[in-house]
């Protein structure tokens, strides 16, 4: 079986937000990950160094981009 590759489809500054991300994604039946370098949230300030990213699978990619943009309108 061939394995799906996950796209980097943004960076933000907090766990929190990239929380809120996941879950709208979620509820529009997209899956996705977070992933950030801050030691299984034992260091959070290292988010606001680093980042934390979201990815998606890249058969998903389009239509996360057109979700997110959609959300960034309605903020």
Known sequence: ????RL???RTL??????EIIKSFLSAN???SEIIADD???SYPSLSSVRGVNIYVKEDD???AI???EEF???K
């Open 72 to 74: 960034d309108e309605e």
């Open 29 to 31: 039946e997209i899956y």
């Open 39 to 41: 030691a299984n949230q």
């Open 1 to 4: 079986m061939k394995e799906k």
């Open 7 to 9: 796209k980097l489809i």
């Open 61 to 63: 990619y389009k239509a």
């Open 13 to 18: 500054g907090t766990r929190i937000e990239a």
């Open 66 to 68: 057109d979700l997110l």
